[in-house]
């Protein structure tokens, strides 16, 4: 059984004749009939009934068509299959990301990538930066969105900056109630804050943020007073809100409301922090092509902007 003769099968089924299924075929009826005899062999049954004035098909042939008439137009579309998925408008995409940006570029990301390519299905991961990066080593999802891992990215991952954003104070609001930070035109002034108990994303997981906010109190010649360590964005905000302590975080985590927390920007100029899509360099999916171009597109759109408020 093959195709060649599932779709002599169909032709017939649906004209009931013999002579107009071998036109509409573009060959004659003699090896049409040859090949619909040899098909009800290989069934074990005949799929119709013949007289010299009429075809119709036998119960088994009608209920069999129905099957077999899906069957042979999937495997018509093939093709075109074939071709989106080599030009990346179908397929699967893998996508994780760190907790940050879904408070910033990955919305916009998703959304552009949907609407230029609706028919890719987006599996969506978050991931802590170094567990993306081993994942994307081992091929187990195809980009990512993370912090960038210092000194350098390992040589087989690729690298585009999409984000660079000051960090901002988030701070439990009955410390400002209660006088114990420094607050002058909105902005979270003086030293004191340093002495404050801390709540930071620990070095394994997001190094390069690590660094950045020890870098900042180094500066000033102080240590931070890490209260907690925490590895979402959405826990570090939760434990500020209890009162645990302050946290510098991304200036688009305002975007996150949360009852009990202010976001205060830092007075003089604040460090900022890196957000990037990496990918395999040997990996040539169409999917990442597409999302890597999407992603030329959205970090452009939000270096317009600058960093969102």
């Known amino acids: 059984m093959d195709l060649r ?12 004749h013999f002579g107009r299924a071998a036109e509409r075929l573009g060959m004659t009826q003699p090896p049409l009939s040859q090949s619909i005899m040899a098909l009800e062999r290989e069934v074990g049954a005949p799929l119709f009934t013949r007289s010299k004035r009429s075809v119709a098909l036998t119960p088994l042939g009608r209920q069999w068509l129905e099957h077999v008439r899906p069957a042979v137009d999937r495997i018509g579309d093939l093709p075109d299959i074939a071709r989106r998925l080599r030009e990346g408008s179908a397929g699967r995409l893998s996508l994780s990301f760190v907790s940050t940006a879904d408070y910033n570029v990955l919305p916009r990301l998703v959304q552009h990538y949907s609407t230029s390519y609706p028919d890719v299905e987006i599996t969506l991961t978050e991931a802590t930066s170094d567990v993306q990066v081993e994942a994307l080593i081992e091929g187990r999802v195809d980009a990512a969105v993370l912090i960038p891992i210092q000194p350098a990215l390992p040589a087989a991952l690729a690298y585009r900056p999409l984000l660079r954003e000051p960090l901002v104070a988030a701070v439990p609001e009955a410390w400002l109630e209660e006088g114990r930070l420094l607050v002058r035109d909105g902005l979270l002034a003086g030293e004191g804050w340093m002495a404050q108990p801390l709540i930071i994303f ?4 997001s190094p390069d943020f690590h660094a950045l906010v020890l870098e900042l109190y180094r500066a000033r010649g102080r240590s931070p007073v890490v209260r907690q360590e925490a590895i979402q964005m959405q826990t570090i905000i939760s434990l500020v809100s209890a009162g ?4 510098l975080v991304p200036a688009s985590m305002r975007h996150l409301a949360r009852t009990g927390v202010r976001y205060l920007d830092l007075a003089g100029t604040p460090p900022l922090l890196e ?3 990496a990918w395999r360099r040997d990996n040539r999916a169409p999917t990442v092509s597409a999302i890597v171009e999407i992603a030329e597109t959205v970090g452009d759109l939000w270096r317009d902007q600058e960093c969102p408020s």
């Not at 003769?5 to 009931?16: D, G, I, P, S, Y």
């Not at 620990?202 to 997981?205: E, G, L, N, S, W």
């Not at 645990?244 to 946290?247: Q, W, Y």
């Open 275 to 277: 957000t990037g899509l």
């Open 244 to 247: 645990l302590g302050m946290a």
């Open 5 to 16: 003769q599932l779709r002599h099968f169909v032709a017939v089924a649906e004209t009931l």
């Open 202 to 205: 620990p070095a394994r997981v």
